[in-house]
Every structure is written in C-alpha cells, then in structure tokens.
C-alpha cells in the first residue's frame, strides 16, 4: 500500500499561484506515474498533468504553459506548480500514483486539497 498526502491547497484570488505538493509513504516501485486530478462541483474527476519516473510530462489542454508538474524521486514527492490561476480551477485536487508492473498496474489515490480562486 502507498498513502499519499497532499498539501498546498488554499483560496487565491484569480491571476494568483499556488503549489501543491503530494508525498508518497513509501518508495515508490520503479516503473510509475505520478499525476493530479481535479474535480469541481458537479463535474467528473479529470486530468490535470502527469509525469512519469522519466520525466515525461502530459497536461491538459486547460492547463498547459500555466501548470508545471514536477517530482522528486528521493523525496517520493510530486509537485504541481499552478500560476495564472482562474476561477474554473477551482476544485478538488487529487494525487495519483500508478505502480505498472509486469503482472498488472496498481493506482493510489490521495485524500484531495481543496483550490479555491475567486474572481
């Protein structure tokens, strides 16, 4: 099992930053990808950004050239810098990990941190 916290979530006024941060409890297995989720009100959870134990990174077309995605492997941490922020980011932002192992892939999911930008 992998418990992942995160950590960083908070209100902002639109235009503002923020950086979100989710720690991993144990090392995680060698072949991986560490990504954010986000679900606003009423919407379905979906894609913020990926990256894997690569450093291979995929975003959303909502999101490109305002989010960064970056990790650190020693740390088991993931990071998620959001600049230029907007009202329809608000949301629920969840880390996620995926194990992809020979015999199939295992998927952990944090508890969410709540983003809120006003307007």
């Known amino acids: 099992q992998v418990q992942l916290v995160e950590s960083g979530g908070g209100l902002v006024q639109a235009g503002g930053s923020l950086r979100l941060s989710c720690a991993a409890s144990?090392?995680?297995?060698?072949?991986?990808?560490m990504g954010w989720y986000r679900q606003a009100p009423g919407k379905q959870r979906e894609l913020v950004a990926t990256?894997?134990?690569?450093?291979?990174?995929n975003y959303a077309d909502s999101v490109k050239g305002r989010f960064t995605i970056s990790r650190d492997n020693a740390k088991n941490t993931a990071y998620l810098q959001m600049n230029s922020l907007k009202p329809e980011d608000t949301g629920v932002y969840y880390c996620?990990?995926?194990?992809?192992?020979?015999?199939?892939?295992?998927?952990?999911w944090g508890q969410g941190t709540q983003v809120t930008v006003s307007s």
């Open positions: 144990r090392n995680i297995f060698s072949i991986n990808i």
């Open positions: 996620n990990v995926k194990e992809i192992r020979a015999f199939g892939n295992t998927a952990y």
């Open positions: 990256i894997t134990n690569g450093g291979s990174t």
